[in-house]
């Protein structure tokens, strides 16, 4: 029998493939069940990115222009860690998101709202021993996005981890506790109810630095490992 | 907070600074091993539409079949500076493109090899969640042996299937539902 080395994720933990009240996911979601693969090499090896070398400012997006961005400085900060508690080391991450009047540095966002020069909305960082990542940015803005009438997006910053594997690799977003709009979201709301809040971040009061900045913790679980048939042995 | 796993949600239209600071179409620097190979992965969505604004990402081994990675443990080459991970990000005709050597066969877990394959994750606005394929080499005589094909539809099979064109690129489109829809995996 294979033996897989990452947990199976049981229902209830991610959105459906296709949500109908998120348009654009009907013409891009597949109606065809996936086929499960065991776990082979190619599943369990993947991109770790340790060659990769951060600039020292990546993780400060508040410092990566000429001038400070406008809008409500924060700290946003976390770990990366497995099903089990478990840190995830040196995990890359990655993040975007618009500046804080709701406007992405990119040429499709044609959101009538200013662009702030000095800020580009992009940020890494390499999690410690510990999974532990952090990064200085500004609260990102609230923006209207057509899905339906009246549709606006709650402030949200935009991640992306690697994991240790390929079975691992997660793209999700992060919210803030007591958005009015995250009840209207049906980005948000395609998560499983009782799976939803795990996308909010927490305000952190003992994070927060005086005079300077609020802090926000938002930490980050990923598929994590199958108990071996040896632990499993050792109870 | 951390009572589970962290939901997955869409990357959505406007991914930008750090992502595409990380882009890696071409993967393979000179001095590589192996045969240099150009892929072209095109997305369309259920109406045959093509998906301008995709996100694609492709690991896979060298061409020895060594994965760059703590787990693979085999006693084969690894090549400098080939990590065997890139990025790229589809243009306005659904394409992403990729420069990368021909990957080895890599072990099936319960014996035997595999058919040479790259690994795909697919990210789009409309994607709630990662969708993960795989590119095989039309032509290859390890095919009819592959493991994997074998847990898929054989009507359904040439959905994995790149083929060469004139030009000698790899192409490969990729449905995200439709008719042809590609067969995609949970892994
Ligand atoms: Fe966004």
Redesign the pocket.
């Known amino acids: 029998m294979a033996h897989d080395l990452y947990r199976r994720t049981p229902p209830g933990q991610h959105p459906p493939n296709r949500f109908d009240g998120y348009k654009s996911t009907a013409s891009r979601s597949p109606t065809r069940p996936a086929v499960v693969l065991p776990q082979t090499l190619s599943e369990i090896t993947g991109p770790l990115r340790r060659d990769e070398r951060l600039g020292a400012q990546e993780n400060d997006l508040t410092r990566q222009r000429m001038g400070e961005p406008l809008g409500e400085r924060i700290v946003v900060h976390g770990r990366v860690v497995d099903e089990a508690g478990r840190p995830v080391p040196n995990a890359l991450v990655e993040i975007w998101q618009?500046n804080a009047a709701g406007r992405y540095h990119h040429p499709g966002d044609q959101h009538d709202a200013p662009l702030d020069p000095n800020f580009y909305g992009g940020g890494r960082a390499r999690a410690d021993d510990n999974g532990a990542y952090r990064f200085v940015t500004i609260k990102p803005g609230a923006y209207p996005w057509g899905n339906h009438k009246n549709a606006w997006?709650p402030a949200?910053i935009?991640f992306s981890l690697f994991g240790p594997a390929f079975a691992t690799r997660l793209i999700t977003?992060m919210y803030f506790p007591n958005d009015p709009l995250l009840a209207y979201d049906p980005i948000y709301n395609s998560v499983p109810e009782r799976a939803r809040h795990r996308l909010q971040a927490a305000f952190d009061m003992d994070g927060t630095q005086p005079e300077w900045a609020l802090a926000y913790e938002f930490d980050i679980v990923l598929r994590g490992r199958n108990a071996t048939p040896m632990e499993n042995g050792h109870g | 907070m951390a009572d589970g796993l962290t939901p997955s949600q869409t990357i959505?239209p406007?991914y930008w600074g750090s992502l595409v600071s990380g882009y890696r179409a071409d993967l393979a620097p000179a001095g590589v091993a192996g045969e240099r190979i150009e892929l072209a992965l095109t997305l369309y969505d259920a109406d045959g539409a093509v998906v301008p604004d995709g996100l694609i990402e492709i690991w896979q081994a060298n061409s020895h079949g060594r994965y760059n990675h703590p787990e693979d443990r085999r006693n084969l080459p690894l090549d400098t500076g080939f990590e065997g991970f890139g990025r790229a990000s589809a243009d306005t005709s659904g394409t992403a493109r990729f420069a990368t050597v021909r990957p080895g066969r890599v072990p099936w877990p319960e014996g035997g090899l595999q058919a040479p394959h790259i690994n795909i994750s697919i990210f789009a606005r409309g994607v709630l969640n990662r969708l993960a394929t795989r590119l095989y080499f039309e032509g290859d005589p390890a095919l009819a042996t592959d493991p994997v094909l074998k847990l898929v539809d054989p009507a359904r099979r040439s959905t994995l299937l790149a083929t060469c064109d004139a030009a000698g690129v790899w192409c490969l489109p990729i449905h995200l539902g439709g008719d042809r829809e590609t067969v995609f995996f949970d892994c």
């Open positions: 618009c997006r949200h935009h977003q | 959505g406007f």
